[in-house]
């Protein structure tokens, strides 16, 4: 295995952002399909994680996803009131809630986990938070802090 | 006369097949007879459906592929009707198999023979704008996937019985007769588009470059003539100025058909906006006149196209095209609003043409005995539009009257629907079991993944490198095969997929194509009946991901389908075979709403034996419709009212709760359980059934503007409605103006409501017959008489009803004046005209009603749209189902629309939840939370998360306090595994193990 330092983002100006979105089935991941079929176009930085809910999404999930080097994570499921299962997205917001502090304390970047909202109806907003995810992770730069230096 | 349990369907369009599904699943024999040689009828031509501009063929072919093997469907293609005795419950029919020349129980669909066959015939379904060989398969995604020999071109030649490996090819092979008994038949034999006359003012068929809408819908087609290019046939040039011209074929009473087509001013504007989406130069321009964008979210479509799209509309008819000989470009001259005479240069032209009843309209009429309207489409009862002349015999689709696809799908499920109250006793009685091979046993083997990669004809393969993604995925580690199909949906690649399992002994199966929510049970049922149990699939969503929303990045878009497949093959390597558990059903019925829509429902229900709970919150039943006197058609709405309360009231399947609240819906399909509060004393109910039918209407609405409330003059259409019929009050008005639109299509509400402009013709139509005297203006946007209900438009404006558009921008005026109203009225040419009334009369449009409805749908968990109506499974194939499985929706709670559009709705809810109700058990879903007892520490954060009461903590004899999870009840949503601190929860099918290997496929 080699060891790679990536440290700074001038290292190569074409550098572009990975991100892992985890989306649960049935609003934000059909808002995705609905961008995909209304043909909304939006940056090709992120790879989507299809869950059922996105009260499924441990925080090992995320704080996985940064030590394997993802430079961005980005969790999104129905709007509040809107879950399928009825509560699972508040179950989500509540420990998400309690994840941003901690992801803080270890020195993470406010923006690079992102927690939003968007339901079956809303491609438009769906290309659109991706945009806006993606531009912060640019400004941000590469994940370094978390990331197993070997991979 | 012994009943018997099975249905004749005459046509597989979607509509046929539509009924043909639901009847099979609710346990009749149904034999689909189609005259082509393929099911899928007009829709499997389309490029996009409007309003969600879905590609057709993505959404059609899974269905059309689960009719082809439907255990209980038989079907006959390139088929004739010979004869058709007997009555209602008990038919003979005759039918005529012509030979295809080719043993359908042979052919494997290879093609082999097609690529060999020397002579080109003219290919019909790309609308004779390509050619095929004479031996050929209707589409490459035909279902059943057999060739034919095409005898008015074949030469005999003998090549394609030479090549054919399967000898399948027999020349002489003759026609068969077969006969079958059925208990009721189905006739949905759809549509003949209307095809211009020879020596039409439109030069069709003389110039080259006019075409018809269905010619364009098949330009606009990947897998058509220039695959998806927008090209012009003169000279292969893109077109960058293209009119569409309106109502060609319809609303003409010269050159066409008097009736208006109901569907063109949506599929013209769908067209301009696929065409704009496909090639950025071309500049769509339509010409209409009236844009009729009644339904479900269609007029924010219209808008949609007009901002985004640049579509331009012109208001106008055309009256000449001329060709200009050398650039061959046409020249269209028209009038303006303002009189202005135009003409202007076009590179194309798209002929809207109308729908005309099929062309052996009358052959069927006669062989079934039925009746045919004025238009010589099936002539059906006045509220119960899927009911012939003869009892038995049902229509449905556009053989009814010209309807798009979602409402010929509803149809098609009412028909079913009165199908089932016909012959409940007798389902269950002809049809077969399916067997399914066992599963093969794979745990513990190593994984050996085959993937599929679609090239979805060009809507992945257009924008995404296919064949690098396939070599990429070839060389990731446990994949033994990788492959790529032009369709990985279509029923030959069905079984491809198939053979493959087979040949490479794969265990775990990825397709990469569009989204597992619509495409992931069509694949599971594949690979199970190659016998691989139906968890061990995984999807990568590389259109709706990729090449759709990259359509200017091919690199990255093709780069990221390499990671997406990546990722699909990390989790499949740690996917394992998952079970179903069964689950019962009660089989009684919950309907909400006490309205027509509901007590057709529940009456339907309930004459099916099926005990029935109706639920209405008033003190009586009848809903809206209490306020309606007639229908536009004449029929008589209160003499159906009370007839239908008698029958609920005297049915004793039935159980009637007025003023009644529900207070909570527990469960889940099959098995839900309800509590209410009915009656003065508040009476507490419980109630356990099998499906819920959500009819809970809408409201009038209550203007604000036009002094509505503030005068006395001034009153709604339902009032006014009331007046006219009950009252002589109106004898001493000498003018009358109705405004139309009001509280419909603005800002707060954008939609249509679909039927005030019937009711607004309606009432000044019978105005004028009681009161020749009255003038009576109506000042409207768009008239919107769709169907048949133009003739009425038509009537009313020879009766000397006046019509005035007037300005959407700038409403009129209306000022009170002593004994009178003055209305001042900008027309969209900016003149004024004052009127002087002696009534106001507003046409006002339907609400739902936010907080109502979403106490209900949080009950149920459903969703509601934008306009806070009930919003189905899918716009154009689930009309009237939820997403959440067992439940419906229907009538005014949907969208608003007509009384006979919400019975058919109506029958259409009972007929999908017959395919429940007929079963003594469903299947759950496999994908649920299990707990490793061993790592439980019994902390109960799980029993608090979880949303369904399906944990408990139990003691446990080895491992003390753990908790339990009911199966029957998980949703398998993880909640609970999502908050575990022992990480002692998984979620089956969305493990940790499987969501880390799929972080970790990074690169």
């Not at chain 2, 759809?190 to 039409?200: D, I």
């Amino acid at each position: 295995m080699t060891v790679q330092t990536v440290d700074d983002k001038s290292i190569n100006e074409n550098w572009e952002p990975k991100i892992i979105a985890f989306l649960c089935n049935w609003c934000s991941y059909a808002g995705a399909d609905l961008a995909g079929v209304s043909r909304i176009q939006y940056p090709p930085n992120i790879r989507i994680v299809r869950v059922p809910c996105s009260g499924r999404i441990n925080p090992n999930f995320i704080i996985k996803s940064l030590t394997d080097g993802w430079d961005g994570v980005l969790v999104s499921g129905c709007h509040p009131g809107d879950c399928h299962y009825i509560s699972g997205n508040l179950v989500a917001r509540r420990r998400f809630a309690i994840l941003n502090e901690l992801l803080e304390f270890f020195g993470i970047e406010p923006g690079r986990v992102n927690f939003m909202w968007a339901s079956a109806a809303e491609g438009e907003r769906f290309a659109n938070l991706i945009k806006k995810v993606t531009k912060i992770i640019k400004e941000l730069g590469p994940n370094t802090k978390f990331k197993k230096k070997w991979c | 006369m012994e009943k018997i349990g099975a249905v004749l369907i005459v046509g597989a369009g979607i509509g046929g097949s539509q009924a043909a599904l639901d009847l099979g699943d609710a346990g009749y024999k149904v034999y689909l007879i189609e005259s082509t040689t393929s099911i899928g009828g007009v829709m499997a031509q389309l490029d996009k459906t409007f309003p969600t501009n879905d590609c057709a063929m993505c959404i059609v072919s899974p269905k059309l592929v689960e009719t082809g093997r439907h255990q209980n469907i038989d079907l006959h293609i390139n088929c004739k009707i010979e004869e058709v005795s007997g009555e209602a419950g008990n038919f003979t029919i005759k039918i005529l198999k012509k030979s295809l020349h080719i043993n359908m129980d042979k052919c494997t669909g290879c093609g082999v023979c097609g690529q060999k066959c020397p002579v080109e015939a003219i290919d019909m379904f790309n609308e004779g704008l390509a050619k095929v060989k004479a031996t050929s398969v209707k589409y490459p995604q035909a279902v059943p996937l057999v060739y034919a020999i095409n005898k008015d071109y074949c030469i005999g030649c003998g090549v394609c019985e030479g090549v054919c490996k399967a000898e399948a090819v027999e020349y002489d092979l003759e026609d068969q007769e077969v006969e079958f008994n059925v208990g009721a038949i189905i006739l949905a034999p759809g549509f003949e588009e209307f095809v211009p006359a020879e020596g039409n003012k439109y030069g069709y068929g003389k110039y080259k470059n006019v075409v018809t809408s269905i010619e364009f819908e098949r330009i606009l087609s990947a897998s058509g003539p220039y695959t998806g290019k927008i090209l012009r046939p003169s000279d292969g040039d893109v077109p960058e100025q293209v009119a569409f011209l309106q109502c060609i074929g319809s609303r003409d009473l010269r050159e066409g058909q008097p009736y208006c087509s109901s569907v063109c001013c949506m599929y013209t504007c769908k067209e301009a906006v696929i065409a704009k989406e496909h090639m950025d130069q071309v500049n769509p321009t339509i010409f209409s006149m009236d844009v009729r964008a009644y339904g479900k979210d269609f007029d924010k479509y219209i808008i949609h196209a007009q901002e985004e799209y640049g579509v331009q509309y012109i208001r106008s008819r055309i009256s000449s095209i001329t060709e200009d000989s050398k650039t061959k470009d046409l020249i269209l001259k028209y009038e303006t609003e303002d009189g202005k005479i135009i003409s202007e240069v076009f590179n194309m032209v798209v002929l809207a043409v109308g729908l005309n009843p099929p062309n052996d309209a009358e052959y069927l009429a006669e062989k079934f005995g039925i009746e045919l309207n004025e238009y010589k489409f099936a002539l059906t009862d006045v509220f119960n539009p899927v009911q012939t002349t003869r009892p038995g015999i049902f229509a449905c689709g556009a053989f009814q009257s010209p309807k798009d696809i979602p409402e010929t799908v509803t149809q098609a499920s009412a028909a079913a629907g009165c199908v089932n109250q016909l012959l409940y006793e007798k389902t269950g009685t002809l049809i077969t079991e399916k067997t399914l091979p066992p599963e093969i046993y794979v745990a513990g083997q190593p994984p050996r993944i085959g993937v599929f990669i679609c090239h979805c004809g060009i809507n992945i393969g257009g924008y995404v490198d296919v064949p690098d993604v396939k070599k990429y995925a070839s060389n990731l580690p446990n994949v033994v095969l990788a492959d790529r199909n032009l369709y990985t949906c279509s029923a030959d690649t069905q079984t491809i997929i198939k053979n493959k399992i087979e040949e490479f002994h794969l265990n775990r199966v990825i397709v990469a194509s569009c989204t597992p929510r619509t495409h992931e049970s069509l694949f599971q049922e594949t690979i199970r009946e190659a016998g691989l149990n139906r968890y061990l699939f995984q999807m990568a969503n590389i259109r709706d991901q990729c090449s759709w929303v990259h359509m200017h990045q091919p690199k990255e878009a093709t780069q990221k389908a390499k990671d997406l497949v990546r990722m699909a093959v990390n989790k499949a390597r740690n996917i394992i075979p998952l079970e179903r558990i069964k689950l019962s059903v009660t089989p009684k019925a919950l309907v909400i709403g006490g309205g027509i829509t509901g007590m057709v429902a529940a009456l339907n229900f309930a004459s099916q034996e099926y005990e029935t709970c109706l639920v209405e919150k008033e003190m009586e039943l009848g809903g809206h419709a209490k306020h309606i006197y007639t229908t536009l058609e004449g029929g008589s709405v209160q003499d159906y009212l009370s007839d239908l309360i008698q029958k609920v009231n005297s049915n004793e399947n039935l159980h009637v709760y007025t003023q009644a609240e529900i207070e909570n819906i527990d469960g889940f399909i099959g098995n839900f359980k309800t509590t209410l509060i009915h009656g003065d004393r508040k009476e507490r109910v419980e109630f356990d059934h099998g499906v819920v039918v959500v009819a809970t209407g809408a409201n009038e609405y209550q203007p604000k503007e036009y002094l509505y409330g503030k005068n006395p003059l001034v009153i709604k259409q339902s009032d006014f409605e009331k007046l006219i019929n009950t009252t002589d009050d109106i004898k001493n008005k000498k003018s009358i103006v109705m405004i139309q639109c009001v509280g419909s299509r603005d800002e707060e509400r954008p939609y249509c409501s679909k039927m005030c402009c019937a009711e607004a013709i309606k009432n000044a139509i019978l105005t004028k017959e009681k009161y020749p005297g009255v003038e009576i203006t109506i000042l409207f946007r768009d008239i919107r008489t769709y169907g048949f209900k133009e003739k009425y438009y038509r009537q009313a404006r020879e009766a000397g009803i006046i019509f005035l558009r007037y300005d959407e921008k700038n409403p009129p005026n209306v000022i009170a004046n002593d004994s009178q109203l003055k209305v001042e009225v900008n027309t969209p040419t900016k003149e004024v005209i004052n009127i002087n009334t002696d009534l106001l009369v507003l046409s006002a449009g339907i609400y739902a009603d936010r907080e109502e409805n979403e106490v209900l749908a949080m009950m149920l968990k459903v969703p509601i749209n934008d306009d806070n109506f009930f919003l189905e499974a899918h716009v154009k194939l689930r009309p009237v189902d939820f997403a959440t499985e067992g439940i419906f929706v229907a009538g005014l709670a949907h969208c608003p629309k007509p009384i006979e559009d919400s019975i058919s709705q109506a029958n259409a809810a009972v007929s999908r939840a017959c395919t429940i109700l007929s079963k003594d058990e469903i299947e759950a879903e496999g994908k649920t939370a299990v707990v490793n007892m061993a790592r439980c520490s019994g902390c109960g954060m799980c029993v608090e998360n979880c949303a369904y009461n399906a944990i408990e903590l139990i003691e446990d004899r080895r491992f003390g306090l753990i908790a339990s999870i009911n199966q029957a009840l998980c949703k398998g949503c993880g909640a609970c595994s999502g908050n575990c601190r022992c990480a002692a929860i998984d979620v089956l099918g969305f493990t940790g193990e499987q969501i880390y290997a799929m972080i970790k496929g990074r690169l």
